[in-house]
């Protein structure tokens, strides 16, 4: 069997020549476009059919099926790729996108051809970001007034863009120059600094409530983060251990016995989820402004304008009080939007709700149905299993 390995650059070089070499056992080529080197390819013949991707059936439920990695050849591939390109960029800022190798299997025989299942795949592909609409006419429109949050976004960008690549050692650094900068009052020594934090009330807010949403790593390394969260410590231990971490990464130092490694980067995982958590609360409190009511109303206005409005049906059932039986009523929803998604489900449901705590502010809600007026599509259905007090006790004697 033949595996071919394309790896991307993450931008384009200039060569002033190319040939094909050996590497691994195999052959290692420049893809060129335009005179400019775009990718690499890197060959093997003669390998076994039992590298290939293999597809598992299901004989029940969704899925139907799951695709088993089964490509040893691979990591020792990305490794020596990436040991190459820490050589290079002790001179050029170059970079591959080491995490987004596309791979082929093809048979080098009629045998071979019939027992590879799964013929290619890309290792590390993302989904395309979604974003709700609102989102982007939100920010538009708030960035006509004002100022943007530029600072908290460049330094979120930046370790969010880290997280990603799995550079967790500078995605701290990113998270914790944000936190220094707005938190700690001008404080850079050890003891200054946790001073300076721990008698923040907004910053210790955050933290606790970072510490509540926190993501989970995905590659567990015991480390002292790690060690440290698993005890469900206070608010002012997680402080304390951030300047701490501060202190060992944001200071080289190689005679340490616990020195720090850039290569030594999943150490710092967790560590880096953390960090980012909290400057993320930071980021979106910053961005408030993009959600003032007067950008939801000038959102709606504009889709009325161009005709982008869904009108929707909700018939829903409720109780007066001191009434023995229930109301049916209905209710039209015009809401923005060409068609229905998730967000503009939760949009209706809560433009319903609101409209019925206004209309009938001490009436229990029974139950509600949605759908779309023109198609009868079904958007949401919510029921209510509580029944107040007077209701229990009138059942009761009846």
Not at 204 to 226: G, M, P, W, Y
Not at 306 to 320: P, Y
């Amino acid at each position: 069997m033949r595996v071919r390995y394309l790896v991307q650059l993450k931008e384009p070089i200039w060569l002033e020549d190319h040939w094909p070499i050996p590497i691994m056992g195999g052959d290692f080529r420049v893809v060129s476009k335009d005179g400019k080197a775009t990718a690499f390819k890197i060959t093997f013949t003669g390998q076994s059919v039992n590298l290939a991707p293999a597809v598992q059936l299901h004989e029940e439920g969704p899925p139907k099926y799951t695709i088993i990695k089964r490509d040893t050849l691979l990591p020792f591939v990305r490794i020596q790729l990436e040991k190459a390109f820490i050589y290079l960029q002790c001179y050029f800022d170059v970079d591959v996108l080491i995490g987004e190798i596309e791979i082929e299997y093809a048979g080098e025989t009629e045998e071979e051809k019939k027992l590879i299942e799964v013929t290619g795949s890309t290792r590390g592909e993302k989904p395309p970001l979604l974003m709700p609409y609102d989102i982007l006419t939100r920010a538009i429109m708030a960035a006509e007034i004002g100022q943007a949050p530029e600072f908290e976004a460049t330094f979120v960008s930046a370790a969010r863009s880290a997280m990603l690549q799995e550079r967790y050692i500078d995605s701290f650094r990113y998270s914790f120059l944000l936190i220094e900068s707005l938190y700690g009052n001008g404080k850079y020594k050890k003891i200054q600094l946790k001073n300076a934090l721990r008698k923040n009330a907004d910053f210790k807010t955050l933290v606790t409530t970072a510490l509540n949403e926190r993501a989970s790593s995905v590659h567990h390394q015991n480390s002292d983060t790690e060690k440290l969260l698993a005890a469900s410590p206070t608010t002012e231990a997680v402080i304390d251990h951030l300047v701490d971490k501060r202190g060992l990464y944001f200071h080289g130092n190689v005679e340490r016995k616990d020195a720090w490694r850039p290569h030594e980067q999943k150490i710092a995982e967790t560590l880096a989820l953390l960090s980012l958590d909290i400057v993320l609360l930071i980021s979106h409190a910053a961005a408030t402004p993009m959600f003032d009511e007067t950008y939801s109303q000038r959102h709606l206005d504009n889709a009325k304008i161009v005709g982008a409005i869904m009108t929707m049906n909700v018939s829903f059932k409720f109780r007066e009080p001191g009434e023995n039986f229930d109301r049916n009523a209905n209710q039209i929803i015009n809401v923005p939007g060409t068609k229905v998604t998730p967000k503009m489900a939760v949009y209706a449901a809560k433009s319903f709700l609101e409209s019925f705590e206004s209309s009938a502010p001490v009436a229990d809600l029974k139950n509600a149905s949605c759908t779309v007026k023109d198609t009868g599509q079904n958007v949401f259905d919510i029921e209510f299993h509580v029944e107040s007090d007077l209701e229990i006790d009138k059942d009761a004697k009846s």
